[in-house]
């Protein structure tokens, strides 16, 4: 008999984790506490064991999922209670939803549901569809990236077969236990023979036989596959082309099968008169408003920036560095490097810097806690970075920084800034940093009051880089590169003396490369 095994509670106060690695796979015979799993929590990487001896039926979350504390990992038949019948065709069992090894003649048309992707998540926007209506796909094939309030989430199909209708366009939102896609696989032995099947040049659903069927064809403008997705049929292009031209396309009488609305439909209906368009807004109107939702990591970073600077008393601190010296050192070793595709910027100058101006203000990569009663000191120098990626602003951090050289950290933060702007980093990346480094320079800025990223003690925000006049040592007037830096920190545990001996001593080894050099291990 299959029995569910049930996260345990991995640590006080922890509702989920991430599943970061599955340590076996369905069809796997287990022993008592072998490793199953390895999970991510945000204090620490867990693993997890099995509690008893057996074979695992189902795994419950595909990598990189959110898995609750308390609801079930995975399902497993312990030994002794295993059928003996574990090699041949599946049963009837409900809980076997994997397709038959051997399939029956024909298809049958089914909606993938979008399942439960972390605690208290109820829907989801789809950032990317990684398949299109119509590709055939393998089971466990990665089918659509969505993003969460909390992560970026793959979703995985459950059954080989072939896309037949994606449910929803780029950028919308998607509901949990709901269909995001309808999937035209061969029916099974545990599946009705009797079943309908869906012909090869039909490209809409057919739903299950416990559900409504779609609208007729002969009613214009919002043919649906369920009447609860209140969806029109169309592509996500044609759904961009009605958002830009300001139609709703759910007025719009589509043209094609099952009234698919098409790109010549929404211009025809655009250009139609107001009155056959039953009251369609006008693009040109003004004095108007939109409103759109904020999700996802932006959502994620709203509450971040509200609970640093409600719960930490800021202070700003500016100063410039003149950076000539370090951009000749750096252009005379690009190409070099360039040759190795190594990418050498500046960011690796700065963190190796600040690595070592840390070892003399241990204070600045410190963190209290929530009270403010303790304060910890990291040995580790992680030093994050923020990227403006395509799904909102990540900081990915370097880990241990202190124990590289600058050829290492510019591989590191070439791979995280490749990772974070394609909205793929990894989660161990994101957590566990103890200081960043804001670049709004790269889009013009000059000075700002950077907003710490709590738990940690201070940010700073570099500057453009601007050629303006100073005086020498001498007394005569030069062109020179100069930078503003604007540095944050929390005033409960750094005071301004502090981080003003700090920045000077960072400023030091960028404005003298050399010395930087010296005080290298």
Known sequence: ??????????????VECELVEWLVKEGDRIEEDQPVADVMTDKALVQIPAMHSGIVDKLYYAKGEIAKVHAPL????????????????PTTSETNTKPASTPASGTIVEDFILP????????????????????TIEEDQPVADVMTDKALVQIPAMHSGTVVKLYYGKGEIAKVHAPLFSLERALTDSQDPAAEVLPENEKLPVPPATTSTPAESNTPAVTTPKVV?????????????????????????????????????VLAFNDAPAAEQHDKPSATTVGGTRVEAIRGVKAAMAKAMVASVSTIPHFTYCEEIDMTNLIKLRSDLKEVYAKQD????????????????????????????EDCTELTYFDDHNIGMAVDSKVGLLVPNVKQVQTKSIIDLAKDITRLTNDARSGRVAAADLKGGTISISNIGAIGGTVATPIINKPESAIVALGKLQTLP???????????????????????????????????LWKSFLEEPSNMLVHMS
């Open 470 to 504: 100073r005086f020498n040592q001498h007394g005569e007037v030069e062109a020179r590169s100069i930078m503003q830096v604007s540095w944050s920190g929390d005033h409960r545990v750094i005071d301004g003396g502090t981080i003003a001996r700090f920045s000077n």
């Open 342 to 369: 190594i990418k050498l910027t500046m960011m690796p100058f700065f963190m190796k810097a600040m690595s070592l101006a840390l070892k003399e203000y241990p204070v600045i990569n410190s963190q209290p806690n």
């Open 229 to 265: 997705n209140k969806k029109a049929v169309a592509s996500p292009a044609v759904r961009r082309v009605a958002r830009e031209l300001g139609v709703n396309i759910h007025e719009i009488p589509g043209s094609g099968k099952k009234g698919r609305v098409y790109k010549d439909d």
């Open 1 to 14: 008999m299959s029995i569910d095994f049930i996260l345990p509670d991995i640590g006080e106060g922890i």
């Open 116 to 135: 439960d992707i972390g605690e208290g998540i109820v829907e989801c926007e789809v950032v990317e569809w990684l398949v299109a209506e119509g590709d």
């Open 74 to 89: 995975f399902a497993m038949t312990p030994e002794g209670e295993a059928s003996p019948q574990v090699e041949a065709e």
